[in-house]
C-alpha cells in the first residue's frame, strides 16, 4: 500500500514539475509566399531590413535580411510570456525588435533575447527563396 501511495505521489508531482505548455509561443501552420520584388518587401533588398507581415503565425510574421545574405522568419508574438500574444515592434535600425508590453528585446539575426526579460529566443520558421520567391514554411 505505501508503494502505491509512493508512485502515485511521484506520478502527480512529475506532471506538477513540467513547464507549463503556455511558456512557448504555440505552434500553428505557417505558408507564406510572395515574390521577393513585391514592393512591401522592399526592406529585404538590403542586409539589416526587417518586414512585418500581418495574418501568419500567431501574431504575424517578422521577415529579416541577414548579414551573410539569407533570411530569417520569426514569429512576432512574443517569446516571453506568449501566452499574451503580444506583437513585437521593429526597432530602428531593424537589428532588433521589442516587445512593447515588457520592453524585452531580441536581435533579429539569430533571434536571441538580448534584454530582459526576455529569456527565450524568437520561434523561428524555414524559410526557402527560389527563382524570386520567398516561402515561409513550418
Known amino acids: ?3 502505491k501511495l509512493g ?3 511521484a506520478l502527480i508531482l512529475c506532471c506538477f514539475a513540467c513547464g ?3 511558456d512557448y509561443v504555440p505552434n500553428v501552420s505557417v505558408n507564406f509566399q510572395m515574390a521577393l520584388l513585391n514592393p512591401a518587401l522592399n526592406a529585404l ?3 539589416g531590413g526587417a518586414v512585418i507581415i500581418s495574418g501568419y503565425g ?3 510574421l517578422i521577415l529579416f535580411r541577414r548579414s551573410g545574405g539569407g533570411y530569417a522568419a520569426y514569429d512576432r508574438c512574443s517569446a516571453y510570456l506568449p501566452q499574451n500574444k503580444s506583437a513585437l515592434i521593429l526597432d530602428n535600425p531593424t537589428l532588433t525588435c521589442t516587445d512593447p508590453a515588457s520592453g524585452a ?3 533579429l539575426e539569430d533571434g ?3 534584454k530582459a526579460p526576455a529569456i527565450k529566443s524568437l520561434k523561428e520558421y524555414t524559410v526557402n527563396v527560389t527563382n524570386f520567391e520567398i516561402f515561409v514554411s513550418n
Request: aromatic share 4%.
Open 58 to 60: 500567431v501574431a504575424g
Open 112 to 114: 536571441s533575447p538580448v
Open 105 to 107: 528585446k531580441w536581435l
Open 20 to 22: 507549463k505548455s503556455s
Open 7 to 9: 508512485i502515485i505521489t
Open 45 to 47: 533588398h538590403n542586409p
Open 1 to 3: 500500500m505505501i508503494k
